[in-house]
């Protein structure tokens, strides 16, 4: 239901990510699969999208000017230490800490500022993503293998000063997907903002009322459609 780094690249939606030799050994990502790789961390570090697992368990890539009615669904007010008022387990709370006090971190550097071992801290990193507290800011090189993602608090990176209510919130994140994918169902909307299925049931027939979807049946699945805009002459 979401546009994709890799569909906006290629151009197509089959993941062709690698080179490999006769015997089929790898050899090195393709064209195509190098720039999105790239551009995941590059977005981040030049403030062009908020990067991160923050719908799911999977990267997600947000725009700017979506990050105020997303952050708003957290209850939270946008400061950087609100953290403190959400529902975080011990160890959480102390990686979030850590950065508040040290500022963008890698996970081997949050270990050894929070004294636990590496699944324990990226098991937090991902909630911790998931609740919209941390964020990516950019890949720092590593003296060996592969760079490291640091982590920052996603409202000092991304100042939040004002906020929609939860309600105009919903409707504008689920309006935005509803354009993006022309047509979808309830569990469609569900899955792409990781909500509950009655909650986006809910906000598209919120949207259907105030004319900004149609709602169809078809073989008993409802669908919601952005609304037909008439000619004018």
């Not at 990686?95 to 040290?102: G, I, K, R």
């Not at 309600?167 to 990781?194: F, I, K, N, P, Q």
Request: hydrophobic share 45%; with cysteine.
């Amino acid at each position: 239901m979401l546009p994709s780094l890799w569909e906006a690249v290629a151009r197509r939606l089959d993941v062709d990510w690698a080179i490999r030799d006769e015997a089929g050994k790898y050899i090195s990502f393709t064209p195509e699969m190098a720039k999105c790789w790239r551009w995941k961390d590059e977005l981040a570090e030049r403030g062009l999208a908020c990067v991160g697992k923050h719908l799911g368990r999977w990267s997600a890539l947000v725009a700017p000017r979506l990050l105020p009615p997303l952050y708003a669904l957290t209850g939270r007010r946008g400061s950087p230490d609100d953290f403190r008022g959400a529902e975080l387990s011990q160890l959480q709370l102390e990686v979030a800490e850590a950065v508040l006090a040290e500022g963008p971190s890698t996970g081997p550097e949050l270990r050894g500022l929070v004294g636990a071992d590496k699944k324990q801290v990226d098991a937090a990193v991902v909630v911790l993503q998931r609740a919209l507290v941390l964020t990516n800011s950019g890949l720092v090189e590593q003296r060996q293998g592969w760079g490291a993602i640091a982590v920052e608090l996603l409202a000092r990176r991304w100042p939040l000063p004002q906020l929609p209510g939860e309600d105009a919130a919903r409707r504008h994140l689920a309006a935005t997907v509803l354009a993006a994918s022309g047509e979808l169902s309830a569990a469609d909307l569900a899955g792409a903002l990781g909500w509950r299925l009655k909650r986006s049931r809910e906000t598209l027939d919120e949207l259907a009322e105030r004319g900004d979807a149609r709602r169809r049946q078809q073989g008993g699945l409802e669908l919601w459609s952005m609304p037909r805009i008439g000619r004018h002459a």
